[in-house]
């Protein structure tokens, strides 16, 4: 399954290298893209929330955009992160990303506004609507404040450019629940790719095809060991790889608010990709000692 999955099985959320004045390093990002994609990456998402998407503006998005299409575009899929919660700008964005080339655009649910379900089914199909490609659902209600129902996900996945979603709920069996309405309303082909490191195994056995991942900027060949073993029936070396990887993962997802704690690694790592833009900060000295004795457990340093 993951090998036939339509942008890859290992896709990084990548970060948004920034220089020391905390200005766009679109260098930077051409190099950290290149990186992934020689460790593992099938797929890179640009701009997406864990590249700091609301600090950016439109036109260093698509600087962005097209460093990143321009760098690896030829070797991996990039998917543009064009969702924000403003409609008309999250189409303007989707439609200016077709255009440059991207192969695929993640729509994060509206954040703060918390619109109904109703609300939900029509931001994303007037987004749907205007796109000329393929478009991930990003379904993240621990930071959006709202949840796609599975209701109206199947309803969303009948739409012909609307392919696939990063599910981020946290919940395995509503995983496993959707990939059933999925196959139950014969739309098999609505690809779901887990969004949270942690729940990487499980979402694999509830129906995921793959993982838009966070840690992979620093375990990326750990992560294809997990994924390649699980698709080649391999189940107790995807299990042993998946648990040593586990502490790693609590400290990258969870010592601050992402993604502080994978820029400092990758910066300990000797992949610099500069400090976060306000309103994050960088990491205290209490958690750099966490993140760098991570890494030192994982055999990294």
Same mark, same amino acid.
């Given at each position: 399954?993951?090998?036939?999955?339509?942008?890859?099985?290992?896709?990084?959320?990548?970060?948004?290298?920034?220089?020391?004045?905390?200005?766009?390093?679109?260098?930077?990002?051409?190099?950290?893209?290149?990186?992934?994609?020689?460790?593992?990456?099938?797929?890179?998402?640009?701009?997406?929330?864990?590249?700091?998407?609301?600090?950016?503006?439109?036109?260093?998005?698509?600087?962005?955009?097209?460093?990143?299409?321009?760098?690896?575009?030829?070797?991996?899929?990039?998917?543009?992160?064009?969702?924000?919660?403003?409609?008309?700008?999250?189409?303007?964005?989707?439609?200016?990303?077709?255009?440059?080339?991207?192969?695929?655009?993640?729509?994060?649910?509206?954040?703060?506004?918390?619109?109904?379900?109703?609300?939900?089914?029509?931001?994303?199909?007037?987004?749907?609507?205007?796109?000329?490609?393929?478009?991930?659902?990003?379904?993240?209600?621990? +930071?959006?404040?709202? +949840?796609?129902?599975?209701?109206?996900?199947?309803?969303?996945?009948?739409?012909?450019?609307?392919?696939?979603?990063?599910?981020?709920?946290?919940?395995?069996?509503?995983?496993?629940?959707?990939?059933?309405?999925?196959?139950?309303?014969?739309?098999?082909?609505?690809?779901?790719?887990?969004?949270?490191?942690?729940?990487?195994?499980?979402?694999?056995?509830?129906?995921?095809?793959?993982?838009?991942?966070?840690?992979?900027?620093?375990?990326?060949?750990?992560?294809?060991?997990?994924?390649?073993?699980?698709?080649?029936?391999?189940?107790?070396?995807?299990?042993?790889?998946?648990?040593?990887?586990?502490?790693?993962?609590?400290?990258?997802?969870?010592?601050?608010?992402?993604?502080?704690?994978?820029?400092?690694?990758?910066?300990?790592?000797?992949?610099?990709?500069?400090?976060? +833009?306000?309103?994050?900060?960088?990491?205290?000295?209490?958690?750099?000692?966490?993140?760098?004795?991570?890494?030192?457990?994982?055999?990294?340093?």
């Amino acid at each position: 399954m993951g090998a036939d999955a339509r942008f890859g099985e290992l896709i990084t959320a990548m970060v948004t290298p920034f220089a020391k004045d905390g200005s766009l390093d679109a260098e930077g990002a051409r190099g950290l893209a290149r990186y992934l994609v020689d460790h593992g990456s099938d797929g890179i998402v640009v701009c997406g929330t864990t590249g700091e998407s609301p600090t950016l503006s439109h036109d260093e998005k698509m600087e962005l955009f097209a460093a990143v299409l321009g760098e690896v575009g030829d070797r991996a899929s990039v998917i543009a992160g064009t969702g924000s919660y403003n409609t008309a700008e999250t189409i303007d964005l989707t439609v200016a990303a077709g255009e440059l080339g991207v192969h695929a655009c993640l729509i994060v649910t509206p954040y703060y506004s918390k619109p109904p379900q109703n609300g939900l089914l029509a931001h994303f199909t007037a987004v749907a609507d205007a796109s000329s490609v393929p478009l991930l659902i990003y379904d993240i209600p621990g +930071r959006t404040g709202r +949840r796609v129902e599975r209701p109206t996900m199947v309803e969303l996945a009948r739409h012909e450019q609307i392919v696939g979603v990063k599910d981020a709920v946290g919940d395995a069996g509503e995983t496993a629940n959707l990939r059933a309405d999925l196959v139950g309303a014969g739309l098999e082909d609505f690809e779901i790719y887990s969004g949270d490191d942690p729940m990487l195994l499980p979402h694999l056995a509830a129906g995921a095809v793959g993982i838009i991942s966070v840690c992979s900027h620093i375990v990326g060949p750990q992560i294809k060991q997990v994924l390649t073993a699980w698709h080649d029936g391999k189940n107790e070396e995807a299990q042993r790889v998946y648990a040593e990887l586990l502490p790693l993962f609590a400290v990258i997802m969870g010592v601050t608010a992402s993604p502080i704690p994978v820029k400092h690694a990758l910066e300990l790592i000797g992949q610099p990709a500069g400090e976060p +833009r306000l309103p994050l900060v960088p990491v205290t000295d209490e958690e750099s000692r966490i993140i760098r004795a991570s890494l030192e457990g994982a055999g990294l340093l």
